[in-house]
Nanobody
C-alpha cells in the first residue's frame, strides 16, 4: 500500500508563495498518477492539479498561471508550487495517488491572509 505525507502548508500573505510537498512510500511511485485537491470550509473538495505517470499536467481554471505541479520520481515526491496566492486559495490541500487503488494524504492547511 501507499502512504502519503503532505508538508509545506502554513500562513502566507496575499501575493506570496508556498511550495507543498507530498512524499510517497510503500509502492512504486512512478506507476501512479498524482494530483492535488483542496477543500475550503463549507465547500466541496475540488481538483487543483494533476500530473500523470508520463508527466502531462492539467490545472483548474482558478489556478492556471499561478500554480505548478511537478514530480520527482527519484525522490518519490510530488510538489505544488503556488505563486500569487489569494485569500480564496485558503483551504486544506490534499495529495492523491491513483493507480488500481486511490490513496489520500491527511492534508495540509494553507491560509492566505494579511
Amino acid at each position: 500500500q501507499v502512504q502519503l505525507v503532505e508538508s509545506g502548508g502554513g500562513l502566507v500573505q496575499p501575493g506570496g508563495s508556498l511550495r507543498l510537498s507530498c512524499a510517497a512510500s510503500g509502492s512504486i511511485f512512478s506507476s501512479y498518477h498524482m494530483a492535488w485537491y483542496r477543500q475550503a470550509p463549507g465547500k466541496q473538495r475540488e481538483l487543483v492539479a494533476v500530473i500523470t505517470r508520463g508527466g502531462s499536467t492539467n490545472y483548474a481554471d482558478s489556478v492556471k498561471g499561478r500554480f505548478t505541479i511537478a514530480r520527482d520520481n527519484a525522490k518519490n515526491t510530488v510538489y505544488l508550487q503556488m505563486n500569487g496566492l489569494k485569500p480564496e486559495d485558503t483551504a486544506v490541500y490534499y495529495c492523491k495517488a491513483s493507480a488500481s487503488y486511490t490513496y489520500w494524504g491527511q492534508g495540509t492547511q494553507v491560509t492566505v491572509s494579511s
